[in-house]
């Protein structure tokens, strides 16, 4: 048996159909019906970051558009409560699935180096949730509205950085354990 290899692949094809499921369940039940109903997109989709003018911007259009409010909250406390779980367990399983970082270099890695690998699925989970956290706090009338204000685009450009290197030490990783098998 190799390293790695005890994940079975039908459980992570099962994680990755339930992610496209839920992914599905936000954009067409709450991200396009809000976009239609403002004209603007969610702040969650901004792949290349935003900043706080952005969220003070959202804020107001919010203020003005009961019905958008009522669409994000709800998305907040629906499907982006199960996605960032649903995520970080298959990245998390994936990264298993490979095996030990020394089987994706080829060479043996330093110590803290395959520690932190491990760690990165969870570093996306944990600033998917609290750009979750953040949003729900500052598009409300909160007291520490306008902390959230601030801390929410950093959160997303955390998790988007965060999500970006899992994808590419999982396709790295995936190259050279395939051209190993070869």
């Known amino acids: 048996m190799k390293a790695g290899s005890a994940i079975p692949l039908w459980i992570i094809a099962l994680l990755a159909a339930l992610c496209l499921v839920v992914l599905g369940w936000t954009t067409f039940g709450y991200t396009v019906p809000f976009e239609h109903e403002t004209g603007q997109?969610?702040?969650?989709?901004?792949?290349?970051?935003?900043?706080?003018?952005?969220?003070?911007?959202?804020?107001t259009l919010l203020d003005q558009n009961e019905t958008a409010n009522r669409i994000l909250r709800a998305m907040y406390l629906g499907p982006e409560l199960i996605f960032p779980a649903l995520l970080t367990a298959l990245l998390?399983?994936?990264?298993?699935?490979?095996?030990?970082?020394?089987?994706?270099?080829?060479?043996?890695?330093?110590?803290?180096?395959?520690?932190?690998?491990?760690?990165?699925?969870?570093?996306?989970?944990?600033?998917?949730?609290?750009?979750?956290?953040?949003?729900?706090?500052?598009?409300?009338?909160?007291?520490?509205?306008?902390?959230?204000?601030?801390?929410?685009?950093?959160?997303?450009?955390?998790?988007?950085?965060?999500?970006?290197?899992?994808?590419?030490?999982?396709?790295?990783g995936a190259l050279l354990h395939q051209s190993r098998e070869s």
Request: aromatic share 16%; net charge positive; proline share 4%.
């Open 92 to 172: 998390f399983l994936i990264f298993l699935r490979l095996g030990p970082i020394e089987t994706w270099r080829g060479k043996q890695a330093p110590r803290l180096l395959g520690r932190i690998t491990y760690i990165l699925p969870f570093l996306y989970g944990f600033a998917d949730y609290g750009e979750n956290i953040s949003s729900l706090v500052a598009f409300s009338d909160s007291g520490a509205a306008g902390f959230a204000a601030q801390v929410l685009p950093w959160m997303t450009k955390l998790k988007f950085a965060s999500l970006a290197v899992c994808a590419i030490l999982i396709v790295r």
């Open 41 to 59: 997109a969610v702040l969650d989709t901004y792949f290349s970051g935003y900043d706080v003018s952005a969220v003070f911007h959202m804020q």
